[in-house]
């Protein structure tokens, strides 16, 4: 089931200056109304652990995701963006006018 603007735990994102990453929660949290996406980045340009305030929390409902120290964010949909890979390019996906825009780049 798609959570909030369509994502959910697996996908590939990119997460502007911090680079791209996989989304590991997607729901309400304890610290902020709304939203939010958890993404596990694949380097470590994060502000934590997939914990706020160093507290895991968990419910009947959600578990914030696990991450190594660093690689951690939580961030609110309208920030991310699906990452899209076409060959050797590495794309940004986001929808415009009712249609997929892509925003590619080169693969290194």
């Known amino acids: 089931m798609a959570g ?3 994502f959910h735990v697996g996908q590939r994102v990119v997460v502007g ?3 791209h990453g996989i989304v590991r ?3 309400a949290t304890c ?3 709304g939203e ?3 993404v596990v980045l694949d380097v470590a340009n994060g502000e934590n652990d997939g914990s706020e ?3 895991k929390y968990s419910d009947a409902l959600a578990k ?3 991450a190594p120290p660093g690689h951690g964010i939580f961030l609110r949909p309208e920030d991310v963006r699906l ?3 076409v060959g050797d390019s590495t794309a940004a996906g986001e929808v415009v006018d009712g249609a997929m825009a892509l925003h590619t780049s080169r693969k290194a």
């Open 4 to 6: 909030a603007l369509g």
């Open 17 to 19: 200056e911090a680079g």
């Open 53 to 55: 305030s160093g507290v």
């Open 36 to 38: 939010w996406l958890g």
């Open 83 to 85: 990452e899209v890979v």
């Open 31 to 33: 610290f902020s109304h």
């Open 25 to 27: 929660f997607v729901g």
């Open 64 to 66: 914030y995701f696990d």
